[in-house]
């Protein structure tokens, strides 16, 4: 341990021991942020520590960044840095993996602890803010190693595997946390990218008709049925002379132009009649051959 547990040892501790191994203790206050330093423990390195994340804050402050207030979580298996509003665990600090707490003597709102990253095993220094609990926030923890010492005697040295075990398994849980909200975000970002494709401006869904192209154009046809109109001279329409079998098309599906199966309204009245007449002739000559 360090001074700031063993200076009031002989005092009686300020939580029962319930609360901090079987649940715990919740505080809040504001995160300065971490920095890595040099030695496990001592006053001096927490003191550069609090000295170098002080002026880090105070030139984002300038910038109009506010120190962001986080929820501490001190059980005897360690302390859990939360946001105070989503509970997202932002870093899980092992009690083992623990070296040095204390709260700053020249700055009463100041408190720090020293804790062993399980990645890169440097030592970093985490540094808090808080107004009126930076003394009893260091003593929960001082308790919690208390308790935590205690139980490793008990169990023989067991304990420590075992709370390895739960701080692996901690670990992950809050991995897969993460991962699940990242997935939510996502999905929800596609439905909305979906709602957006299928509903129109005007909030109704827009459906194109299968009878016109990707312009709402409708499709060319080449082949276009011809409707028969009336003569000039009032006789009924005839219909149409039957092709001889064989006959080819041209490029575009359409039979070769045959000035006798022109509209009525392609020619002046006198050649149209004549027309008639002819077509009429011709009409009779391919029915009796």
Not at 83 to 89: F, H, I, S, W
Not at 101 to 109: I, L, P, S
Request: charged share 30%; with cysteine.
């Amino acid at each position: 341990m360090n001074r700031a547990f063993t200076r009031k040892k002989d005092k009686s501790w300020m939580h029962t021991p319930e609360a901090l191994a079987k649940h715990y203790i919740s505080y809040s206050a504001k995160f300065l942020g971490h920095t890595e330093v040099d030695q496990p423990k001592g006053t001096e390195v927490v003191r550069d520590a609090v000295r170098k994340l002080k002026f880090q804050r105070h030139i984002k402050k300038s910038e109009g960044q506010k120190i962001p207030k986080v929820e501490l979580q001190i059980s005897i298996y360690g302390v859990k840095i939360l946001d105070p509003k989503t509970k997202n665990v932002q870093y899980n600090c092992q009690l083992h993996r623990m070296s040095f707490c204390a709260d700053d003597k020249t700055d009463k709102r100041i408190f720090t602890f020293i804790c062993k990253d399980s990645e890169s095993n440097k030592h970093l220094c985490y540094v808090f803010d808080s107004e009126k609990c930076a003394e009893e926030i260091t003593l929960t923890i001082g308790q919690a190693f208390d308790l935590a010492y205690k139980k490793f005697l008990e169990s023989g040295g067991k304990d420590v595997e075992t709370r390895k075990q739960i701080g692996s398994l901690q670990k992950r849980i809050q991995e897969l946390e993460t991962e699940n909200s990242e997935l939510k975000r996502q999905l929800q970002g596609l439905e909305e990218q979906l709602m957006v494709t299928r509903v129109s401006p005007a909030g109704s869904v827009s459906m194109k008709s299968p009878s016109t192209d990707i312009f709402d154009m409708v499709p060319f046809s080449p082949v276009s049925p011809l409707t028969s109109a009336p003569s000039s001279n009032g006789t009924p329409p005839l219909p149409p002379p039957t092709r001889p079998a064989g006959t080819r098309k041209d490029l575009f599906g359409a039979e070769p132009f045959d000035p006798f199966i022109c509209g009525a309204a392609d020619f002046p009245p006198d050649i149209q009649s004549k027309l008639d007449e002819m077509q009429r002739q011709r009409w009779r000559g391919s029915k009796w051959d």
